[in-house]
T-cell receptor, first 114, second 111 residues
């Protein structure tokens, strides 16, 4: 069974631009969560989607948004990029929502803002 | 903050030795999970322990949970160079069911 796939693996943008990251979950998994990982703040929860609905949201500004499609694939979008948005963005999928479901992570998208 | 705090931040041991990492948290939890992250990769789920459990084993891993002290520990026995990675605890609790990750312990196992 293929794992969680995130594209692209690396991305370089400049301040003010916007970016869209993609995540394909494990087949059959309906929940997708996004995290931002930085050396200073560690792993921070962005949002979770289940059956195309946002179930949970972390404490990030409205520039960060996401969506989930009917095939469970998910995208996250960051608009008006800032230098502080440089991070590793991780996507994780699980069978269902709820904290007892182990999260299966992709290898992330490394976003660098110049 | 609900975030777990891990101790130590970094740990260096020799192959064959045991490694112990600790996680403390502040809120009530439903369960606590441990994950491993190799450099430049995503996280891998290791083990989940529910709030009504005190100890769980999986291969060379042993996890304990003390809800009265709001702490957990991960023990890796007979460590190998391949165990070199960052280890994170993640707590799940409250109405939102979202996972809150700790700050991580960087483990280096010297061959």
């Amino acid at each position: 069974k293929a794992g969680v796939t995130q594209t692209p693996r690396y991305l370089i943008k400049t301040r003010g631009q916007q970016v869209t990251l993609s995540c394909s979950p494990i087949s059959g998994h309906r929940s997708v969560s996004w995290y931002q990982q930085t050396p200073g703040q560690g792993l921070q929860f962005l949002f979770e989607y289940f059956s195309e609905t946002q179930r949970n949201k972390g404490n990030f500004p409205g520039r960060f948004s996401g969506r989930q499609f009917s095939n469970s694939r998910s995208e996250m979008n960051v608009s008006t990029l800032e230098l502080g948005d440089s991070a590793l963005y991780l996507c994780a999928s699980s069978l269902g929502t709820g904290g007892e479901q182990p999260q299966h992570f992709g290898d992330g998208t490394r976003l660098s803002i110049l | 903050s609900q975030q777990g705090e891990e101790d130590p931040q970094a740990l260096s041991i020799q192959e064959g030795e045991n490694a112990t990492m600790n996680c403390s948290y502040k809120t009530s939890i439903n369960n606590l999970q441990w994950y491993r992250q190799n450099s430049g990769r995503g996280l891998v789920h290791l083990i989940l322990i529910r709030s009504n459990e005190r100890e769980k084993h999986s291969g060379r891993l042993r996890v304990t949970l003390d809800t009265s002290k709001k702490s957990s520990s991960l023990l890796i026995t007979a460590s190998r160079a391949a165990d070199t990675a960052s280890y994170f605890c993640a707590i799940e609790g409250g109405a939102t069911n979202k996972l809150i990750f700790g700050t991580g312990t960087l483990l280096a196992v010297q061959p």
